[in-house]
């Protein structure tokens, strides 16, 4: 039976061209139109589609109303469509709180132009969203929450984390800047790695999704010292996100996450999250030096690597050369930072389709690091944490709502 897709958008253009290339997928059905969020949520009533594409500006009734419209009377899987602006960034995010599953950048150039690749994702896109669970939870932390609440002591310091920022900034500049020749030579080496290195098994580099079925682990400590925490996540990350990082108190250690995202909506993700958050959130930038009590979210379009200067680690981001699928690309990142600590790294992959993480959280496990995973019940899209359950990487199976709690208690 084919998938019933509801097209809600004011644009009469868009939603001419969106018809035509959902319909050229012969698995896909659109079912409706809607030129508001109004119609949007009748229609959804009327049709009982599979899954809904929906406009964030609109008249009548906004995206944003018109999503939790729908998630309280006909809950049904949404992907958004976002103007590549900061107001139109903070919307989604907004849209996604309020029960959407994922978003797009709303390209005209790409639809009137038919580009090859950005049609197959749009129609990858949409397929996922249709397939994943509807969940009508809400970020448990507020912005206003986390201003009240009082300062944390922080945790366990560890040799790799115990100088100041100054001190940072002062090794930050006493080290003569690597060249982008050099980044990239680092770049090719670590790809290489991940497509060639025997302790990757197979089933990690050509993953195809089997019955497995997660099981929930009680938490236990792992003992171990961790100089870093790395978080991977891709659909229904933003909001799995906020679940993790506004509970956790100002860490003795960074912080990084990749998040399959455009680059207009990184920085913007990053401030939203630094308002909820006692930890200092920011987009990754090319030569920060990583702090501890900091988070580093990797920008849109790029890949976050990273450096040893001296005792310190310094970020590197680079323009991909087509050699992996995702920008940013978790495996690399985590692959990297294999490279650099070794055991000392707590990395955890969150819902997301695909199996993005699986041969980066292979090459940590191989180092002996801590792998943890998010559980099946509590994913939008269970595919990336999937991954490293089959392939025996994860040492803990965690629901979405214990991981920050689990985070403090492991460290």
């Known amino acids: 039976m ?114 090859e690749e950005a049609l197959k994702s749009l129609i990858g896109s949409i397929k996922a969203v249709s397939r994943s669970r509807v969940r009508g939870f809400r970020p448990s932390v507020s912005t206003a929450t986390a201003a009240s609440r009082p300062a944390t002591t922080p945790l366990r310091t560890t040799a790799a984390t115990t100088a100041s920022p100054s001190a940072a900034s002062s090794a930050a500049s006493a080290v003569r800047p690597t060249t982008e020749a050099a980044a990239m030579g ?24 089997g019955d497995h079925k997660s099981e929930t682990t009680a938490f236990r400590r792992s003992g171990k010292l961790h100089s870093i925490v790395a978080i991977g996540s891709s659909t229904g990350g933003p909001i799995a996100l906020q679940q993790i990082i506004p509970n956790l108190p100002k860490l003795n250690v960074p912080v990084v996450i990749v998040q399959h995202m455009p680059a207009a909506f990184t920085n913007t993700f990053a401030m939203r999250l630094d308002a909820m958050s006692q930890l200092h959130v920011v987009e990754a930038k090319d030569g920060d030096i990583l702090e501890a009590g900091t988070c580093y979210i990797a920008p849109g379009g790029k890949q976050m690597i990273f450096e040893k200067v001296g005792v310190k680690v310094r970020i590197r981001i680079i323009s991909d050369t087509g050699r992996v699928t995702y920008n940013p690309c978790v495996d690399v990142s985590f692959a990297s930072l294999s490279q650099i600590y070794g055991d000392k790294v707590l990395a955890m992959i ?29 994913c939008v899209v269970y595919g990336m944490p999937q991954a490293i359950v089959n392939a025996n990487v994860a040492d803990l199976v965690l629901p979405i709502e214990e991981i920050a709690n689990c985070i403090v208690k492991e460290f």
């Open 2 to 115: 084919a998938t019933k897709v509801l097209i809600v958008d004011d644009s009469t253009f868009f939603r001419k061209r969106l018809r035509e290339i959902i319909e050229s997928d012969p698995t896909m059905q659109v079912v409706g139109e809607a030129k508001d969020g109004k119609e949007g949520v009748d229609l959804t009533q009327k049709l009982r589609p599979d899954v809904i594409t929906m406009d964030v500006e609109m008249p009548v009734m906004d995206g944003i109303s018109a999503v939790k419209e729908i998630m309280s009377k006909c809950p049904t899987p949404i992907l958004m469509f976002s103007s590549l602006t900061h107001e139109g960034a903070t919307a989604t995010f907004k849209a996604l709180e309020a029960g959407a599953i994922d978003f797009m950048p709303k390209n005209f150039d790409d639809i009137a132009h038919r580009r």
């Open 186 to 209: 680092q770049y090719k080496k670590i790809s290489e790695l991940l497509n060639t290195d025997p302790a990757v098994p197979a089933a990690a580099r050509k993953f195809t999704f």
């Open 350 to 378: 969150l819902t997301g389709m695909g199996s993005d993480g699986c041969e980066g959280c292979t090459l940590l496990k191989r180092k002996g690091s801590v792998i943890w995973a998010q559980n099946e019940e509590t």
